[in-house]
Each structure stands twice: as structure tokens, then as C-alpha cells.
């Protein structure tokens, strides 16, 4: 089992509609979560961290986290064509120290 | 401004050349680590470091090197370069167990 897993999507959502990203991870012990949005070329750019079960809102964005099923959630409402990236979750590994990342869904917003 | 700094930002070179990518932050933090993008695999992790003179291997450390004799700077040294190392990477820094900033990314082609 990967320790950090994405659906490599491409997920595909309609202008305005919300899009949901999802994570799961097998680390139990993992404390800190985080969301990143990297355009092509690009270097990753972080959205949202969560370091607790529940939601957390930012603007558009909604990271939701529930550690008895172990996974992480991204939430985009009202998505734009500039949503359009892939985002990738990363996970602090309590066993071993290191941020591990999942391999990244990409999502794109249709006009 | 607060940033993690990489260079060369583009690199051609050939098989066996000693190369080394720089990295540099100054936000005055612990963490560093050097990340490999490939198409399909995601950002994995090479190596990282706690702090200065503290390094350990990631998930694909092999024909790489890294020291860390001061805070700010984290070097990734490829001694002898082969082509199956071209890709793009990605340094990034952060404080204990919380949110990563990024490099602009190096990428680098062996032939």
C-alpha cells in the first residue's frame, strides 16, 4: 500500500460546479496534512493544511480531515477554468520523518 | 522576501559529469529536502535533512548526495550523472511538521 494514494483523475467538472479531491493515507500516527496546486513546469504551491479531524475553510477551499478512515479531502466551490492543475496532497509521516506526497490528481475545469 | 531559491533552473550535461544543483531558503528553517518529478510518478522524495550536519536518505536516494554544513543552503550533488536521473526537482524547506515552501524547480536532462 502506497502511504500517501490519490486518484490520478483527470477529474473533469463544469465551470461553478464544486470539484472533490480525495486522499488517503496509511500512516495512523500522521498529524499534519496539506494541500498543494502545481501547473504544469511549476513548483507546487500550497492551498490548505489541516491538522485536525473536521473541516477547515479557505475562500473557495475546504480541507476536510477524518483520521479514523484516514483520509484528507479537498473541497473547490465555484471552480474556474483557472482551477485547472493538478493537486497533490502530502502527508507528514509520524514513523519516519519525512512529507510524503501522493502522486497528484489532475483536475480540469470546462468553460 | 521569504523564498527557496534553486539554480540552475535549466541544466543540459552529460553522462559522468560531476554536477551540483544549489539550494538556498531564508526563512531560517530546519527542514530541507530535494524531491524528484517524473511523468506518472509524482514528487518523490531523494533526500532530507533536520538540520544542519543531520541528512537521511528519502525514497530514491541512489547517485545522489546532499550535505548540510549551514542552515540556509542544501546542496544536491549528482557525481556521475547517468540518464535516468533526467527530471525535474524541486527543493523545498519548512519548519517541524508544517507546511513546505518550494524552489522553483531545476530541470535537468543527461544525455
Known amino acids: 500500500q502506497k502511504e500517501v494514494e490519490q486518484n490520478s483523475g483527470p477529474l473533469s467538472v463544469p465551470e461553478g460546479a464544486i470539484a472533490s479531491l480525495n486522499c488517503t493515507y496509511s500512516d495512523r500516527g500522521s498529524q499534519s496534512f496539506f494541500w498543494y496546486r502545481q501547473y504544469s513546469g511549476k513548483s507546487p504551491e500550497l492551498i490548505m493544511s489541516?491538522?485536525?479531524?473536521g473541516d477547515k475553510e479557505d475562500g473557495r477551499f475546504t480541507a476536510q480531515l477524518n483520521k479514523a478512515s484516514q483520509y484528507v479531502s479537498l473541497l473547490i466551490r465555484d471552480s474556474q477554468p483557472s482551477d485547472s492543475a493538478t493537486y497533490l496532497c502530502a502527508d507528514w509521516m509520524d514513523s519516519s520523518y519525512k512529507l510524503i506526497f501522493g502522486s497528484g490528481t489532475r483536475l480540469l475545469v470546462r468553460p | 522576501e521569504a523564498q527557496v531559491t534553486q539554480n540552475p533552473r535549466y541544466l543540459i550535461t552529460v553522462t559522468g559529469k560531476k554536477l551540483t544543483v544549489t539550494c538556498s531558503q531564508n526563512?531560517?528553517?530546519?527542514?530541507m529536502s530535494w524531491y524528484r518529478q517524473d511523468p506518472g510518478l509524482g514528487l518523490r522524495q531523494i533526500y532530507y535533512?533536520?538540520?544542519?550536519?543531520?541528512?537521511d536518505k528519502g525514497d530514491v536516494p541512489e547517485g545522489y548526495k546532499v550535505s548540510r554544513k549551514e542552515k540556509r543552503n542544501f546542496p544536491l550533488i549528482l557525481e556521475s550523472p547517468s540518464p535516468n536521473q533526467t527530471s525535474l526537482y524541486f527543493c523545498?524547506?519548512?519548519?517541524?511538521?508544517?507546511?513546505?515552501?518550494f524552489g522553483q524547480g531545476t530541470r535537468l536532462t543527461v544525455v
Open positions: 526563512m531560517n528553517h530546519e527542514y
Open positions: 523545498a524547506s519548512s519548519l517541524d511538521r508544517t507546511e513546505a515552501f
Open positions: 489541516i491538522y485536525s479531524n
Open positions: 535533512s533536520m538540520n544542519v550536519e543531520v541528512t
